[in-house]
């Protein structure tokens, strides 16, 4: 009786571990089709993906990593309503954990829902995900899209306490400040011109009174 109740142990443990060697096989062909250059070999990923996540699913409909699998699967291919189901599935089995609540979020944002997106987003940050800086930088970016210019950049600040090495958050900030601070090179070389030639003599070739209208019509273009 041990014997077989080892046997079985064993068996069970094989079997798991298995399955969350597919599932990790699966996201990983995920972010192969997002990083892909070319959109044809994207969705060959994707496909690949989907065979995977659809027999794990068989195997176990209520295991999360699976479930949030063939909701990003949705996501990527833009079908809406089979990403919100699995994404449901996943979030319902435990609606307080900040990262099936940021899952919520990025499903959201995915779909241009940025209002509802954001929401989720600053659910998640405040159940636990304070100094995540993805979750900060989509919130950033949420703000953004819904034109709060002011809390957009709040949160790409806090982004960049987070991870100051980020380029993405550097320049966004450098856009803001640039924004701020419009550059007024024109109107500084325009200033230096007046300065310069403020108290310039005409020239006798420029006494011609042609000449010299067409010189008094171009200073006066700088004031």
Do not use: W
């Amino acid at each position: 009786m041990k014997k077989y109740l080892l046997l079985l142990i064993i068996v069970v443990f094989c079997n798991n571990f298995a399955s969350a060697d597919k599932v990790s096989e699966g996201e990983q062909l995920i972010q192969k089709a997002k990083m892909a250059q070319i959109k044809d070999e994207g969705y060959e990923y994707i496909n690949q993906a989907r065979d995977i996540f659809k027999e794990e699913y068989e195997k176990n409909p209520a295991d999360i990593r699976t479930l949030l699998g063939l909701s990003k699967i949705g996501q990527f291919i833009q079908d809406r309503a089979d990403a919100k189901l699995y994404v449901l599935k996943a979030y319902n089995t435990n609606p307080s954990d900040p990262k099936l609540q940021k899952e919520m979020a990025d499903f959201y944002y995915n779909f241009q829902e940025y209002a509802t997106a954001l929401e989720y987003y600053k659910l998640s940050l405040a159940s636990g995900l304070l100094m995540d800086f993805d979750t900060n930088l989509q919130t950033a970016k949420c703000y953004e899209k819904l034109g709060d210019l002011g809390n957009a950049e709040l949160y790409y600040q806090i982004c960049a306490q987070i991870n100051p090495s980020s380029k993405i958050v550097a320049d966004r900030l450098n856009q803001y400040d640039s924004d701020k601070h419009p550059d007024n090179s024109e109107e500084l070389e325009n200033a230096k011109y007046k300065y310069l030639f403020k108290d310039k003599k005409l020239s006798e070739k420029e006494q011609n009174a042609l000449d010299s209208e067409k010189i008094i019509e171009q200073i006066n273009s700088f004031y």
